[in-house]
């Protein structure tokens, strides 16, 4: 079969040769940065209740600890979760690239000035001939896995730290655990769709392992912190 020319990234650039796979363009730097600080406004206004708490807190000097813990708890919960689906897209020869949803970033934004979260900051884009059930499969379920390893590397953080460490370690775990969860949904265009069309024992496993780490923490830890 002749070589077929494929659009590899999204800059109008059209390759007849698959790009080194370790590259990031300027673009999708330029991308992930934009939404992680993006998400991590849109938490603050949430966690405070919206706009008006937030203004409250800032006024306390207290915004910008909330902003510093949001992109260290939903940065890496997020921008892990779709550069993983990249790096795991280019181990099997395909070329991926995060792309923001500048759409979905306003509306969270604005949303959660309500106090409300909502989260859609954009997702990688794969491009590729040849692509197998198994691979889509597997690439599809390395960011919820990403999700709940993340989540567990919070729960020290959450068990035995105090104050701001405790925190930190709570929105963490929460965070991830229901990232995992919510994108393991078995419906297009989520990632749960994807695995269970490849594996139906995979996707049985991971989402009963998934809700049930979620539950934990409401069952257990919640509680004490509302």
Do not use: C
Not at 90 to 113: K, T, V
Not at 172 to 185: E, P, R, S
Request: net charge neutral.
């Amino acid at each position: 079969m002749p070589e077929q020319t494929t659009t590899y990234s999204w800059t109008d650039t059209y390759y007849t040769s698959k790009p080194k796979r370790s590259v990031f363009s300027s673009i999708e730097v330029r991308d992930i940065v934009v939404a992680w600080l993006a998400l991590g406004v849109a938490f603050v206004f949430g966690l405070t209740g919206g706009i008006l708490g937030a203004i409250t807190r800032f006024a306390g000097n207290g915004f910008l600890l909330l902003y510093g813990i949001s992109l260290v708890t939903i940065g890496p919960g997020f921008v892990l979760h779709e550069l993983m689906h990249k790096f795991t897209a280019q181990r099997y020869g395909f070329w991926a690239e995060f792309r923001m949803w500048p759409s979905g970033l306003l509306l969270a934004l604005l949303i959660s000035m309500f106090g409300f979260l909502f989260a859609a900051p954009g997702a990688t884009y794969i491009s590729g001939f040849e692509i197998d059930r198994r691979e889509n499969g597997l690439v599809s379920v390395s960011g919820p896995i990403t999700n709940f390893v993340i989540g567990i590397l919070f729960l020290p953080l959450l068990l035995f730290g105090s104050g701001v460490i405790q925190f930190v370690g709570y929105i963490g775990y929460q965070v991830n655990m229901t990232l995992a969860v919510f994108n393991m949904i078995p419906v297009m265009p989520l990632d749960g769709a994807k695995v269970m069309a490849w594996s139906k024992l995979v996707w049985v496993a991971l989402f009963a392992l998934f809700i049930v780490a979620l539950a934990l923490f409401y069952i257990y830890i919640f509680p004490n912190f509302s």
